[in-house]
Structure formats: C-alpha cells, structure tokens
C-alpha cells in the first residue's frame, strides 16, 4: 500500500511539472490557409500571405505552423478586457452613450512606427500573461457589465481572426452587436464571411498614398480601400484618419482621401481625423498642430462629407449636425453624451435621416 500511495504521488507531481494538470493550451486551426510542399503552409487571412516554414509565425506573430498544419495560437487568450463608452472606438453613429466590451488579443499584421498600442499590438503571446477565456464566457462578461455590444478592437482583431468570429457568431444569437475597429488589411473571402456577424466598424484609413504606408506601415494602401467598399454595402461604419505632421497631412493627400470616400462610398460616412501624439518609434515627431487638424476638417466639409470629427483634442468638432437643416443632434462633452436629438434614426427638428444606428 505504501509503495502504491508513493507511485500515485510520483504521477501527480510528474503531471503538474510538466504542465499536464493545467488547462491544455487551446490550438484553434486557422481557417484560411493553404498548405505546401515539404510542410510549409501559406497564410491566406491578409494581404500579407505569409509563406510559413515549420514551427514558425507569420508576421502578426500569432499564427505558427505546427506539423504542416496553421494553427492560431492566440484563440481564447485575449490580453485585454474592458468596458468602455462606444465613443471611444470611436464610433458616433452607433448606438451613442451605450457601453461597449472591448477585448484584444496580442498580434497585428501591420507594423507601424507609430502604433499608439505597441505593447500588446507588437507582443508575441509568450511575452504576456493571459487567462484562457471561451467566447461562451466573453457573452457572460459583456451580459454581466451591460453592455450591449462587443468590441474587437486595441490591436489588430484581424490576427485573431477565429476567436472574434466564433465570439461575433455566438452574439449575434444572443442579440448582442458586435463592432470590428481594423486596419482594414484583410483578404476579401474572410471579410465577406466575417462581416456576417459584424453589425458596425471603425476602419483606419492611415494615409491615402503607397508612399506612406510603405514608408510607415508594412502595408499596401488598395486592400484597406477594397475592405471599405465592401464595407460601404455590408455594416455600418467609420473612418478615422491619424494625422501625422510631414507625413500624411498634405492638403492635397487629405482632398484626394475625402474625394475618394465621397465618389466611393457616401457622403454620409463619418470621418475622424485624429491627433499623432509621438510614440513607439515616431518620436522624433511633434503632435499633429490643431490648425492641420482644422484644416483637414475644412477640406473635408468642402468636398460635402456631411459628418466629420476631430479626435484626441477634447471638446473641438465632436458634435453631431443634421446635414439638412444644420441643427445639433448630439451633445457631446468627450465621450460623455449629453443630449441625443434623432429619433427613429431621423433628425427631430426636421425628420431627415441620420446616418448610423440608434435604436433597435
């Protein structure tokens, strides 16, 4: 009996040192991909299609080829969790003044110098510690905080690709929404089966020239400009646009950005302009000058967008007019909501319709 107790302790502790006893890491095979000869596998998510060797990662760092076989290794680990106020997205034109889960996972399949969420954007999932938490358990988190819709959002939800559509499926059967805040560097095929499930988005359109996103991004320009007319026909949505002083802040970039948006999606669709403040590895650079921002608001009113905001400057151009009769719909004071005028997505003083989302 006694050698018996000492073998059963033996299995115990050899279990627990080798990490059997924990929760088994959950591998979720990626669900585009092609594979190759002698084991290589070729990543067919974004633009990038990474051609990947055995036991390595594609670029967003999260993607590995384990025996000849793509595998995400980021599903069920987001890095973050949290609440915040829609606005923050930012989204105006989708349910204002409601709370919004927002979760991230480590990854981005862009490598900009100036990404303002480096630390998690830029980390490999060896670098951080995270809990394994089930797209049933993300339903629960977001019922629990009442919130009515689920952000994927801070780092590129693009890398985390099955985790946010298996979350998106699962909400949208609970009635929950679900907002996708992306660089827009995704192939076609996967954007037309995860916008399915995905009710509204904040697309980053980081400049309107090659030169830029070669120069500052490890991207092309024309796959974020596809994902935005894709999008135009499918959800609701948003543009934001950081503004970076001598880099893409040209009046003549700017006209030929608002011109485009206009001929190929809406007037109605709402610009951000946001404010570069120095980070990552654009340091050397001041922030964005409010006259640039200013300016880049008049150009855009001339080419007739009929919503555009100015973002991480406080109180400056983040209210909302009706196009028609010019009256304040919503009173904002940051991403605080202080009087909402549209009902039943038309303007209260003169009926017109508001672009976006207000009630169910």
Known sequence: MKK??????FIIFFIFVLGIGKKAEVLREASFYTQLKNNFVRCDLCPNNCVIKENAFGDCRVRQNIDGKLYSVVYGYPVSIHVDPIEKKPLYHFFPGTKILSIATVGCNLRCNFCQNWTISQSSPAE??????TPEEIIAICKKYNCKSIAF?????????????????????EGIYTVWVTCGYINETPLRELIKYIDAANIDLKGFSDEFYHTYTTGELQPVLNTIKIAQDNMIFEITNLIIPNANDSPQLIH????????NTSKDIPLHFSRFFPNYKLKNKSPTPLKTLHKAYEIAKRESLHYVYIGNVGEIAEDTFCPYCGKKLIDRQGYYIKKIRIKDGRCSFCNHEIYGKYND
């Open 4 to 9: 018996l107790i000492y073998i059963v302790a």
């Open 128 to 133: 951080v510690k995270t809990n394994y938490t």
């Open 153 to 173: 959002t801070y780092t590129e939800p693009t890398v985390f690709y099955e985790y946010m559509f298996d979350i998106a499926k699962l909400a949208k059967e």
């Open 256 to 263: 030929s950005m608002c011109s485009w948006i206009r001929e």
